[in-house]
């Protein structure tokens, strides 16, 4: 099984870095929305391709969510004093939060009834829960990919 040796392996592109980066995304979307449909009352999908779509849809939405709320944050930085990073902080709050209601409408207007969140707020609780389980999850398979990096440098450094 010499293909399996690290020294073998090509060091990716920034490209490549990017590509798994919403690979992975949308790969813990994809797991975390089934894992909610199957074992929870308040997520329904009507089959794994709606869930393979609804996680492409999840990802991009979210990938903007963020991209707003670091240029809002990036807005009020330019500004000092403890009022502008008092607005900063609730702007961002803002849009992270009122996102989740942008998000909601999105799913419903292009999947209708083949995806529902139910529960508080018409399914807002739930794809709230259900959205920071996937961040998480996101950063945790990110965090892991980074320490591998760091173990590959220090193993090679001792060798």
Same mark, same amino acid.
């Given at each position: @099984?010499?293909?399996?040796?690290?020294?073998?392996?090509?060091?990716? +592109?920034?490209?490549?870095?990017? /590509?798994?980066?919403?690979?992975?995304?949308?790969? =813990?979307?994809?797991?975390?929305?089934?894992? /909610?449909?199957?074992?929870?009352?308040? %997520?329904? =999908?009507?089959?794994?391709? !709606?869930?393979?779509?609804?996680?492409?849809? $999840?990802?991009? $939405?979210?990938? $903007? +969510?963020?991209? %707003?709320?670091?240029?809002?944050?990036?807005?009020?930085?330019?500004?000092? &004093?403890?009022?502008?990073?008092?607005?900063?902080?609730?702007?961002?709050?803002? =849009?992270? /939060?009122?996102?989740?209601?942008?998000?909601?409408?999105? !799913?419903?207007? %292009?999947?209708?009834?083949?995806?529902?969140?139910?529960? @508080?707020?018409?399914?807002? !609780?739930?794809?709230?829960?259900?959205? %920071? =389980? @996937?961040?998480?999850?996101?950063?945790?398979?990110?965090?892991?990919?980074?320490?591998?990096?760091?173990?590959?440098? +220090?193993? &090679?450094? +001792?060798?």
């Amino acid at each position: @099984m010499s293909f399996l040796r690290a020294e073998l392996a090509e060091t990716p +592109t920034n490209a490549q870095r990017l /590509f798994l980066l919403y690979y992975n995304g949308i790969l =813990v979307d994809l797991v975390v929305l089934n894992l /909610f449909a199957e074992f929870s009352e308040n %997520v329904e =999908v009507k089959s794994f391709s !709606i869930s393979l779509l609804a996680a492409l849809l $999840l990802q991009l $939405l979210l990938k $903007l +969510t963020i991209a %707003v709320e670091h240029k809002v944050a990036a807005f009020f930085k330019k500004y000092s &004093g403890g009022f502008a990073r008092v607005l900063r902080y609730f702007c961002a709050w803002l =849009v992270l /939060f009122g996102s989740k209601f942008v998000i909601l409408e999105a !799913i419903i207007l %292009v999947f209708d009834e083949d995806l529902r969140f139910h529960g @508080m707020w018409h399914g807002v !609780i739930t794809l709230i829960v259900v959205v %920071v =389980v @996937m961040l998480l999850l996101e950063e945790a398979v990110v965090r892991l990919y980074r320490r591998l990096s760091f173990r590959d440098r +220090t193993a &090679g450094n +001792t060798e």
